[in-house]
Structure formats: C-alpha cells, structure tokens
C-alpha cells in the first residue's frame, strides 16, 4: 500500500493570510500515460461528506475558488490557500489513486488563528 | 448534475452483514468507477473498494474477505456488503463516484450512513 502522510496534523492561520498542507507518498505517484501526477486533495467541514478541491495534484475542481492551489511531483505535494477565508475552516486529506487500495492522509485541521 | 442517494441498516449486532446500497441519478453510469468509503467517528478515511460499470471490482486487502461490491447498471445502483461485522466496521460509510479511467478522485458523494455495531 501507498501510505499517506500530511504535515502538520493541524494548523492556524489569520484570515487573509496564507495556508500550507503538506502531503508525502510513499512511493511516486507520477502516472507515466499522461505524466500527471494522481493526487488529490479534500475539504470536509462538519457533518458534511468530502469535497473535492484538486485531482491530478494541481488541477483545481469546477466551481472551486482560484485561491485554493495544488502543486507538487513524484512524492511530494502541496495545497496552498492564498488567503484564508473564515469558510475555508475544515480538514483537508490529500489521496493518491495511483494504485489500488485508494489511500488518503490523515488529515489536517485547518482552523482561524 | 449527479446525485447519489444512499440507504441501508444503521444498526447492527456482531457477525451480523452490513448491507448499504446507493442509486445514481444524473449522469453517466457506466462510464466511472464507484466506491465504497468508510470513515469511523472522529477519524479520517478508509477506501473499502470500487466497481465499474462492466462489474470489475478491486477491494481494499485489509478487508477482502469480508467485502462484496455489486453493480446493477438498469439501477444506476451499486450495493455493499461486508459480513461478520464487529464493533470495528462502525463508522460513516459513503458511497461516491470517481472518475473515468485513471481519473478516480472522487467528485460525488453520497450524504453517508452512520452504521453502529453494538450488541
């Protein structure tokens, strides 16, 4: 299996400033066919299924704000929230769909400093 | 717009069967992968497994044994089941849609089931 592992496990941050989640595999992720990378990254609030926010490790889902990005190659990768916004609390979970079983990290709290 | 509704048992005893099924509407069907993804209260997310539209499936190895996806493509529906449960399978289940091809993130969700094991 590909294990998952994000930094940090929860972090705070200002509105309007910027947030940084780390997500590390295990092994590469880089899906030669189409040399994109098979991460993605997830929003869940409270009481609410996860929503996706990035797949292909940097390609943002429809209708999400351009102040969410992705980025990152091979094992290591990056979401970044350019300036925090008081909805943008939740927990994030980076996922790799490279290769059976699925795996996603294990999350990180993002709250308001 | 996709929807996905999911029902089943929310109660159950040890060694009893879950069994979980959701119907798509919108969309297409056949053309994505459909997972089963469970997460315990509290705590962060498990892949249990995916089928597709022509019925291949690949399971989660942590829970093979116990695990049966099914498809019903006239339904737009596929189902769950894992057997012998125990205090250990209690958790959220969703079911969702990935994407087509080597695109499974997963773009829809189901609105969960909260399946409880307790004698």
């Known amino acids: 299996d590909i294990v998952m592992t994000q930094s940090p496990d929860s972090l705070a941050v200002s509105l309007g400033e910027r947030a940084t989640i780390n997500c590390k595999s295990s092994q590469s992720v880089l899906y030669n066919s189409n040399n994109n990378n098979s991460l993605a990254w997830y929003q869940q609030k409270p009481g609410q299924p996860p929503k996706l926010v990035i797949y292909w490790a940097s390609t943002r889902e429809s209708g999400v704000p351009d102040r969410f990005s992705g980025s990152g190659s091979g094992t290591d990768f990056t979401l970044t929230i350019s300036s925090l916004q008081a909805e943008d609390v939740a927990v994030y979970y980076c996922?790799?769909?490279?290769?059976?079983?699925?795996?996603f990290g294990q999350g990180t709290r993002l709250e308001i400093k | 717009q996709v929807e996905i509704q999911q029902w089943g048992a929310g109660l159950l005893k040890p060694s009893e069967t879950l069994s979980l099924t959701c119907t798509v509407y919108g969309g297409s069907f056949s053309g994505h992968s459909w997972s089963w993804i469970r997460q315990p209260p509290g705590k962060g997310l498990q892949w249990i497994g995916e089928i597709n539209g022509s019925g291949s499936t690949n399971y989660n190895p942590s829970l093979k044994s116990r695990v049966t996806i099914s498809v019903d493509t006239s339904k737009t529906q596929f189902s769950l089941k894992v057997n012998s449960v125990t205090a250990a399978d209690t958790a959220l289940y969703y079911c969702a849609r990935g994407g087509v091809g080597a695109t499974r993130s997963i773009g829809y969700w189901g609105q969960g089931t909260l399946v409880t094991v307790s004698s």
């Open positions: 996922q790799q769909y490279y290769s059976t079983p699925i795996t």
